[in-house]
């Protein structure tokens, strides 16, 4: 199907215009690639897109600004993280107060260090450290409820 004149004529002010190509294509009822080649045929250019000043910033900055703009997925997602590696602990453990059996609820179960040589706080390394550090100090570990472990710590009160 040959364009005519009219077209032509529409097609120029069109794309100089800076219109997508698709929707150029829709309204004549042609291809993408028809009127793609009747552009480069026309030897037709679009007119330069005036950008404001680019302004200048530090990686620093550029960092900073994603992470305010992204901040609550990112804590979010690190969240999820924490429960899920703790969770792997626990079962890693048994899964279970070692004292009375308690697995109701994973905020409840705390790591106890039965064992002297102890490095760091466990939900401090799981949140910082790496894994292998952290399941290396969680050998040292047993699992206990919050009320075993409070009266393991606390006797007689």
Same mark, same amino acid.
């Given at each position: 199907?040959?364009?005519?004149?009219?077209?032509?004529?529409?097609?120029?002010?069109?794309?100089?215009?800076?219109?997508?190509?698709?929707?150029?294509?829709? $309204?004549?009822? /042609?291809? +993408?690639?028809?009127?793609?080649? @009747?552009? #480069?045929?026309?030897?037709? %250019? =679009?007119?330069?897109? &005036?950008?404001?000043?680019?302004?200048?910033?530090?990686? $620093?900055?550029? /960092?900073? +600004?994603?992470?305010?703009?992204? @901040?609550? #997925?990112?804590?979010?997602? %690190? =969240?999820?993280?924490? &429960?899920?590696?703790?969770?792997?602990?626990?079962?890693?453990?048994?899964?279970?107060?070692?004292?009375?059996?308690?697995? @109701?609820?994973?905020?409840?179960?705390?790591?106890?260090?039965?064992?002297?040589?102890?490095?760091?706080?466990?939900?401090?390394?799981?949140?910082?450290?790496?894994?292998?550090?952290?399941?290396?100090?969680?050998?040292?570990?047993?699992?206990?409820?919050?009320?075993?472990?409070?009266?393991?710590?606390?006797?007689?009160?």
């Amino acid at each position: 199907m040959k364009w005519t004149k009219e077209e032509i004529n529409s097609l120029k002010e069109i794309y100089s215009a800076r219109v997508y190509i698709d929707e150029i294509a829709k $309204k004549y009822g /042609r291809s +993408r690639r028809a009127v793609q080649h @009747k552009i #480069k045929r026309l030897k037709l %250019k =679009r007119s330069p897109v &005036r950008l404001k000043k680019a302004i200048k910033m530090s990686r $620093k900055e550029i /960092r900073d +600004r994603c992470y305010n703009k992204n @901040k609550k #997925k990112i804590y979010e997602r %690190k =969240r999820e993280r924490i &429960r899920r590696y703790k969770r792997q602990l626990i079962e890693y453990l048994g899964g279970k107060c070692m004292h009375c059996g308690y697995n @109701k609820c994973m905020a409840a179960l705390e790591f106890h260090h039965n064992k002297e040589g102890k490095e760091s706080v466990i939900a401090i390394m799981i949140k910082d450290y790496s894994k292998q550090k952290a399941l290396k100090e969680v050998n040292k570990c047993i699992i206990l409820c919050a009320n075993c472990h409070r009266e393991l710590h606390h006797p007689g009160l």
